[in-house]
Nanobody, 115 residues
Framework: QVQLVESGGGLVQPGGSLRLSCAASGIIFNIFTMAWYRQAPGEQRERVAFITSGGSTNYIDSVKGRFTISRDNAKNTLYLQMNSLRPEDTAVYYC?????????WGQGTQVTVSS
């Protein structure tokens, strides 16, 4: 049974930081491309960043220089370090595991940036 469990969300003031984690089980973690998506109310889900099995990373323009995606294959865990948070980063953040045979999603964690 595949499980992706996100944690680390919460309420933070503008300019603050959060670190999201995604603990994976039931998959061979190190062969999957892992990604973080987010969905704000009334908006479509968008991919924020991804990291390949080889460690290559990619970010959407709005988070470049502020967010860092990383993975620890020994711990089967994906991370998203979010700095200089803005109100427009408010969304539910989802962990995604992708491989040619299929994709899996976590349940999401709420991030709210507000003063």
């Amino acid at each position: 049974q595949v499980q992706l469990v996100e944690s680390g969300g919460g309420l933070v003031q503008p300019g603050g930081s959060l670190r999201l984690s995604c603990a994976a089980s039931g998959i061979i973690f190190n062969i999957f491309t892992m990604a973080w998506y987010r969905q704000a109310p009334g908006e479509q889900r968008e991919r924020v960043a991804f990291i390949t099995s080889g460690g290559s990373t990619n970010y959407i323009d709005s988070v470049k220089g502020r967010f860092t995606i990383s993975r620890d294959n020994a711990k089967n865990t994906l991370y998203l370090q979010m700095n200089s948070l803005r109100p427009e980063d408010t969304a539910v953040y989802y962990c995604n595991a992708y491989q040619s045979m299929g994709a899996y999603w976590g349940q999401g964690t709420q991030v709210t940036v507000s003063s």
